[in-house]
């Protein structure tokens, strides 16, 4: 041992190392903390969102999927088909004589049933176009109806009479006529009649596109309901050509065709260019009108009526939640304040780890390091992003 050295300058030299090893230690805190403080936080450019919006369009894209638009768009895009012959001509749109109601329940009368647009006998609103009446059926059974200038039989709508069902005793039927112009790619395009009844069976679509040539029986080609009185069949028929049909009660001979209600119903044309075009056979319950529309885009009708949107929104939603969960990872990691280096939120004092919850290791099994933590200091608990140095 050196003399000239005493115990008291040793005990100096080592508090001087101890000093100076705290200093650093100090310094390494204050180093990490300033490279994690929120004045440090990087700006992301415009180009380190791509994620944030690759994921949105994901989102969109599933949400478009489940959703499903693309019905209403393949009925926009496609073509209507039109009668096999020309509509008769058809009387006024306010005669002056009116319009009545004549039928077999009540002896083909063309001038004492007259239809109303006063709001009253089963008319639901005075003056809007519409002619109704109600009349009380006493016995069940299939009727049939014509409406013309009341009095004035070459005046008939539609010339083929219209059918109604009745299924209860005493059950009250209303009939109504619209005439004029009618918007919409339906048939019959100038006047609407119908009445308020129950059909007995199914709808169908019935034509020469069928496998069996106008099976009013063929299952395949049922109508669904859209809701409680719209009904629409998606069809596939497989080889190009002209084609006609109409829609038709099943098993029965009554149907609707260019012309409304009948027991000869006139079809519909429509002339298909590809295999396996799609066609789409519509029913409107409230007018009493059917509609074919056919050229749909092959790729319309795949995200239409097969299940193109729904592996779509599959695939998409899938991809947004692989990509969501990178993007989660990416928000905790920039959050400064969330790091095990920034020390406790309350006082900045060191925090050491404690146990981990469930919800910590959830975290970690989509990729963000979570840890517990708990604040030598204040008492402070809770995660904190962990990163191994």
């Known amino acids: 041992m050196d003399e000239s050295s005493t115990p008291v300058d040793e005990v100096s030299q080592i508090s001087e190392q101890s000093a100076k090893q705290e200093k650093k230690k100090r310094s390494r805190k204050a180093e990490r903390r300033y490279r994690f403080g929120p004045h440090r936080r990087r700006r992301l450019s415009w180009l380190g969102w791509w994620r944030e919006v690759l994921l949105g369009m994901l989102l ?3 949400v478009l999927g489940f959703v499903n638009p693309f019905p209403q768009m393949a009925v926009a895009l496609a073509t209507a088909a039109n009668p096999a012959e020309p509509l008769p001509i058809l009387p006024p749109t ?5 319009y009545c109601l004549a039928g077999d329940f009540q002896g083909w009368d063309g001038s004492s049933t007259q239809l109303l647009d006063d709001g009253s006998e089963g008319d639901q609103t ?5 002619y109704s009446r109600t009349i009380t059926f006493v016995e069940p059974g299939r009727y049939l109806w014509h409406v013309l200038t009341c009095g004035d039989w070459e005046q008939t709508i539609a010339d083929r009479s219209a059918w109604v069902f009745v299924t209860a005793p005493d059950q009250a039927i209303t009939f109504t006529f619209r005439p004029g112009e009618v918007d919409g790619r339906f048939w019959p395009n100038t006047y609407a009649l119908t009445a308020d009844d129950s059909l007995p069976a199914r709808l169908l679509a019935v034509g020469n596109f069928q496998d069996v040539q106008w099976d009013n029986q ?18 596939r028929i497989p080889r190009p050509g002209m084609y006609e049909a109409y829609v038709a009660v099943q098993g029965r001979e009554e149907g609707i065709g260019a012309g409304g209600r009948s027991l000869q119903p006139m079809p519909l044309t429509f002339t298909t260019q590809m295999a396996s075009e799609w066609v789409l056979f519509q029913y409107d319950g ?29 695939l998409a939603l899938l991809g947004a939640i692989v990509l969501g969960v990178q993007v ?8 400064p304040e969330w790091q095990h280096a920034a020390g406790c939120p309350n006082c900045q004092g060191d925090l050491r780890r ?10 970690g099994l989509v990729g963000i390091p979570v840890r517990r933590y708990k604040c030598h200091n204040c008492g402070w608990q809770g995660r904190r992003i962990h990163r191994h140095r």
Do not use: K
């Open 126 to 130: 005075a003056g809007d176009g519409l």
């Open 286 to 314: 409230r007018s009493s009108r059917i509609a074919i529309l056919y050229q749909i885009p092959r790729w319309l009708g795949w995200l239409a009526f097969e299940r193109g949107a729904l592996i779509i929104a599959g």
């Open 328 to 335: 989660l990872n990416r928000w905790f990691r920039q959050r």
């Open 354 to 363: 404690v146990n981990r919850t469930t919800p910590d290791y959830l975290f």
């Open 94 to 98: 306010a005669p002056e004589e009116g």
């Open 60 to 62: 969109v894209t599933a």
């Open 218 to 235: 063929d299952s395949l080609t049922g109508l669904d309901p859209l809701n409680s009185e719209q009904f629409q069949l998606a069809y």
